[in-house]
DNA sequence: TATTGTTATACTCTATAACTATA
DNA sequence: TATAGTTATAGAGTATAACAATA
């Protein structure tokens, strides 16, 4: 890894297109954040482009499953999804077959969300793929290396740390 | 239904927000990753809105100022933005007068960049206000926390851990 | 009036692909 | 033919705001 040693002088000191450096940049924490993240979708998208669900379907309906009789808005407010992308994305899932609305009738402004046979099918299906696909995008941790980095995610949001996975 | 901790005095609500279970999905790096990412971002804008550049824009500018005389494509590539939005990007940099897109005279498909003046000033600005914001949006850190997950983040990425790429 | 969900618009960014102008 | 950049389109997702139905 070359330092590229440029004219500080010169205003158009050609540089090769792996030489670019990005300074101090690589110790901000959001830019690593959205860089690793970005990485990491990349990587598991690029290791198998048929997957049943996109992620943020997957996990929709993951947690739709884990608490039957939460409300639509509730797992959106959880999963940091807006409502009105949340409807969108629910419509979706419904047309599909993998969810069903319920509008209880102590409430009837609220939406109850619950998988169907199908939902349920898709959603173990995917999580298995996805625990594969998951470590190995990121198979350059080690185990503690990735419950380390776990631990401090879960520190940034104020979440208690997790058990172990 | 998970237990919902609901007092007799709460609205009937089966499932309340701040009660929706996220089952093992908090041991998911991916899905740790993409919260982690969206939330101090949110933090970053909430704490100031009225920044002069968005992220994107300040982290283009910045690495354009670090390299001077690099190709639009070549920063693209090291930033992972696509060409086609790079190019809209630097368009409108440029005509905000922030930067400045030069096509050299030895290989005139390329796009050299270059900030002006008036760029220079507000990546100088931009810097000092997000050092701040990034840090406040992860106070939760303390500095062995910040180095660690930005050594564990370099790791997942393949970039060398110290201190300047 | 406040809350829940929906619709709509605008904007950011990705994914593709076609296109130009060079090389 | 290949490369660098541009343009265009489709889609995901955010940011907002207006809106209807219900509480």
Known sequence: MTAAPQGSDDPVAPVPADAVALGDLDGSVSFMLRIAQ???????????????????????????????????????????IKWSHMTKVVSGLEERGLVERYVPPQDRRSVFLRLTD????????????????????????????????????????????????
């Open 38 to 80: 970005v990485t990491v979708y990349d990587r598991i998208f690029s290791a198998e482009a048929d997957l049943p669900l996109k992620l943020g379907e997957h996990t929709v309906l993951k947690v739709v499953g884990d608490n039957p009789g939460a409300r639509q808005g509730a797992i959106a407010d959880k999963l940091m």
């Open 118 to 165: 199908a939902g349920r099918h898709v959603v173990a299906d995917m999580n298995l793929r996805l625990d594969a696909l998951d470590a190995g995008a990121t198979a350059a941790l080690d185990a503690d290396d990735r419950a380390e980095l776990l631990r401090l995610l879960h520190k940034i949001l104020g979440w208690p740390s997790a058990t172990s996975s």
